[in-house]
């Protein structure tokens, strides 16, 4: 009896890497290391003290920086507003087309001959960045918070989509069976079964992906793109750096309520 009890309580040893495991360990972080190693030059690395090399127009920013310039306040909260319209419209049209994308790249629901088109299509507007399609939407259709609310939608679709379709692959089967065994169409599996699972994780990338969002518009502005990325990119024309000042802080205080509400809403719904 003491035999058994000593047996079914037994620590069972730790586990063990292979030779193999921990060569391929070796290498695969030995060579992070060696093309870290390497690129110093490439990223010139090497002068990095250059930033704590004191002289006047260093000493010029970081003075002007210390002392904001609030006297356009109303046109600073005015195009940081705008600037969050145009990451809120973005998100919204990004989730609208990211919801189809995302069903049609999901292995465990489409075909394969629908998947694999889905997915380079993904890959396309996720791998242009969003300041390059900006710059194709300010061509077409002119300067202006359009061009930006375009820009963000593509680019954001591309990444829900992509994290639409994950989440969708590592659901449980057994409710969207349970929906297909009383009769029921493709859709109705979708809707019923699939679409209950996934909305909590939908719901929560499509609010990161709008605070995000609430940062991407701010650079958007720097080409045309609408918003207080203008302003921002103005100012810092004119050396007037007591206003980029001003600015920067403008932005991230709404960041940071921006970030706060979306909590609170994750938390409702959630």
């Known amino acids: 009896m003491t035999a058994v009890a000593s047996t079914a309580v037994a620590i069972p040893a730790a586990p063990k890497k ?31 003290s250059r930033l704590f090399a004191g002289n006047d127009s260093t000493q010029l920013f970081v003075h002007d920086l210390l002392r904001p310039d609030f006297s356009d306040w109303k046109m600073f ?9 145009i990451a809120l419209w973005g998100t919204f049209l990004a989730v609208i087309l990211g919801i189809p994308l995302g069903l049609a790249a999901a292995r465990n629901i489409a075909p394969v001959w629908v998947v694999t088109p889905v ?42 989509a992509k994290l639409f379709s ?14 297909r065994a009383t009769g029921a169409g493709k ?17 929560s990338f499509a609010l990161y992906r709008f605070e995000s969002n609430s940062r991407s518009a701010t650079v958007l502005g720097l080409i045309g793109a609408g918003g207080i990325g203008q302003v921002l990119f103005d100012s810092m024309n004119a050396f007037d750096f007591r206003a980029v000042s001003a600015i920067v802080i403008v932005v991230v205080v709404a960041v940071t309520l ?12 959630l």
């Open 77 to 85: 909260v005015a195009k940081m507003w705008e600037t969050v319209q």
């Open 258 to 269: 921006i970030d706060t509400l979306s909590q609170v809403m994750r938390r409702r719904l």
């Open 119 to 160: 997915r380079w299509i993904m890959n396309l507007l996720r791998s242009v960045p969003d300041l390059v399609i900006g710059l194709l939407f300010v061509t077409a259709v002119g300067l202006g918070p359009l061009a930006g609310v375009l820009a963000i939608t593509l680019n954001t679709a591309g990444v829900l």
């Open 18 to 48: 292979s030779a193999l495991a921990w060569v391929a360990d070796v290498l695969v972080w030995g060579g992070v290391a060696a093309v870290l190693l390497y690129s110093i030059d490439a990223v010139d690395l090497g002068n990095i």
């Open 187 to 203: 859709l109705h599996e979708i809707v019923w079964g699939v679409l209950p699972q996934v909305a909590p994780l939908w719901t």
């Open 166 to 179: 994950e989440a969708v692959e590592s659901i449980d089967k057994g409710p969207v069976e349970g929906v």
